[in-house]
């Protein structure tokens, strides 16, 4: 589920960023390249419980971006895109908090 939604979001945010003529970026930033290391490193219940924080903390950050985004962002195609995303956003975030017992 996570790979095919966040596969299609990445798409459509590509259309959207083309029809917004806006360039993303290349590479993620490094906050989460540091975040993808450790869950690399982690193995059994340290990896289970670093992946589940990692997820956590991801989708609050991206839900807000998105919810924020769509209310007053400057770019319809972009507005769009987040107003669509952000319901799926908090699917996953929902999910998240279930696996952490929350």
Same mark, same amino acid.
């Given at each position: 589920?996570?790979? @095919? =939604?966040? @596969?299609? *979001?990445? &798409?459509?945010?590509?259309?959207a960023? !083309?029809? *917004?003529? #806006? /360039?993303?970026?290349?590479?993620? %930033?490094?906050?989460?390249? $540091? ?7 982690? &193995?059994?219940? +340290?990896? =289970?419980?670093?992946? %589940? &924080?990692? &997820? ?11 919810q /924020?985004?769509?209310? !007053?962002? =400057?770019?319809?195609?972009?507005? $769009?895109?987040?107003?669509? @995303? $952000?319901?799926v #956003? ?6 998240? +908090?279930?696996?952490?017992? !929350?």
């Amino acid at each position: 589920m996570m790979i @095919t =939604d966040h @596969t299609k *979001a990445g &798409q459509e945010l590509k259309t959207a960023a !083309g029809e *917004a003529s #806006v /360039t993303l970026p290349a590479q993620m %930033v490094e906050k989460h390249a $540091a975040e993808l290391e450790k869950l690399k490193n982690a &193995q059994g219940e +340290q990896f =289970d419980a670093a992946y %589940v &924080q990692a &997820q956590l903390a991801a989708h609050q950050e991206a839900l807000k971006l998105l919810q /924020t985004y769509a209310q !007053g962002g =400057d770019s319809e195609p972009l507005k $769009a895109h987040a107003a669509k @995303t $952000a319901p799926v #956003v908090q699917g996953h975030l929902e999910h998240a +908090q279930k696996l952490s017992g !929350g």
